[in-house]
């Protein structure tokens, strides 16, 4: 592990662009201490002072009652296909397709209701059933891929925990900017699933 004299030098060595990339997209992984040079070293070269804002908006994160209160708001948002008003769902799906030669695997990740979700997991499993077994690969893989994400329905609280958990990390930055209303919730909601497809 490098020293924190051995970063601020490396930090001094690297161009613009890279100390804001690293303030857009690396900053929510770094200890406080580099985060104190990452700071410094964009007040010293005049960069964006947005900047600063957005790396200690990313940086806070959401523990306890506020964590637990954001988790609910999110639980009690409309779902996003069907627009019904009951609690939400993190569901995964894994489908296998096959093609001679090679097998392609895709896990994906929604926040569904869980009518919507069990939906989106059987379309799924029938989906790895009829095109999985037509590689070699495949044809190991699917039965596996298709017993996971039957045994899965047996954790569905679980594995929601894990997911919605995840997508309040990821997107703890646009939380404390935007806030955590309705409005934002959605949308982040929205974004999440349209990247899983």
């Known amino acids: 592990m490098y020293s924190l004299n051995e970063i ?5 060595r690297f161009s613009d662009s890279k100390i804001e990339n690293i303030a857009r997209n690396e900053s929510k992984g770094l200890r406080k201490e580099v985060l104190h040079i990452l700071k410094d070293e964009i007040t010293r070269r005049n960069l964006n002072p947005n900047l600063i804002n957005w790396v200690n908006t990313e940086a806070k994160s959401y523990e306890g009652l506020e964590r637990k209160t954001l988790l609910k708001n ?8 069907c627009n019904s008003e009951t609690k939400l769902y993190g569901f995964e799906t894994n489908t296998v397709k096959s093609f001679l030669i090679a097998a392609s695997i895709k896990r994906k990740e929604f926040i569904l209701c869980m009518d919507c979700g069990k939906k989106e997991k059987l379309n799924a499993i029938i989906i790895t059933f009829f095109a999985g077994w037509w590689s070699g690969s495949g044809f190991l893989r699917t039965p596996y891929y298709i017993l996971t994400d039957i045994f899965n329905f ?17 997107y703890n930055g646009s939380f404390r900017r935007y806030g955590a209303n309705s409005t934002t919730i959605t949308r982040l909601i929205d974004l999440k699933n349209k990247n899983a497809q």
Do not use: A, G, H, V
Not at 8 to 12: A, G, L, Q
Not at 154 to 170: E, G, H, V
């Open 8 to 12: 601020k030098e490396n930090y001094r």
């Open 154 to 170: 047996l954790y569905i609280d679980k594995i929601s925990k894990r997911i919605l958990d995840k997508f309040i990390d990821r």
């Open 74 to 81: 999110i639980q009690s948002q409309s779902c996003p296909r």
